[in-house]
């Protein structure tokens, strides 16, 4: 059950490998009936969370792809995963109907829905949203909401994991210079 008053969360990842490691925790623990929609600017790594999500969930690596143009993808894991790309749609229910967006049997599996924002009155009102934001050449904020317990411990203990404390050296103790923001804030 998702918790309503849950914080969001803020979570810096300085690289692919660690976007990749945020999606691949939350695929994990993935269950039956989640909703997960990404929103984010063309090339912010919605495909790769993705990718990283469902081979966590046991779809062979490198299946994955933007759905484009065929719309959806399904994919066959521990759970089937049903990846929507609402980037080329209207968004109007009668649109979404065709596509199978409201079918029932996507209540046994996984929904991953790039483009969220395009569809966002249509999407359940437990889906777990993730905006992914450019900072940088390969560094990307995600900004995390409605996450069930489960998903909030998965994401506490994949940051946890994925943070070395860096060795002190001369200058950044002299200048108190900046560590890496690599960990979950909670916002209220």
Not at 36 to 55: I, Q
């Amino acid at each position: 059950m998702r918790d309503p008053g849950s914080p969001r969360l803020s979570i810096a990842a300085g690289s692919p490998t660690e976007t990749a490691a945020v999606a691949a925790a939350l695929g994990r623990v993935a269950a039956a009936g989640d909703w997960v929609a990404l929103t984010g600017v063309l090339g912010a790594g919605k495909t790769l969370f993705v990718a990283a999500f469902a081979e966590a969930l046991g779809v062979p690596p490198r299946s994955v792809d933007s759905p484009s143009f065929v719309l959806l993808n399904e994919y066959a894991g521990r759970l089937p995963v049903y990846h929507f790309d609402a980037y080329r749609l209207a968004g109007g229910e009668e649109e979404l109907t065709e596509l199978g967006f409201f079918d029932e049997r996507l209540a046994g599996g996984v929904v991953l829905v790039e483009w969220a924002d395009r569809v966002a009155p249509f999407l359940p009102a437990g889906a777990l949203r993730v905006v992914i934001t450019v900072s940088g050449e390969t560094v990307r904020r995600l900004e995390i909401a409605g996450a069930t317990p489960r998903q909030r411990e998965a994401l506490i203990a994949a940051v946890a994991a994925s943070v070395e404390a860096p060795a002190p050296d001369a200058s950044s103790a002299a200048t108190g210079g900046d560590a890496p923001d690599a960990g979950p804030e909670a916002e209220p």
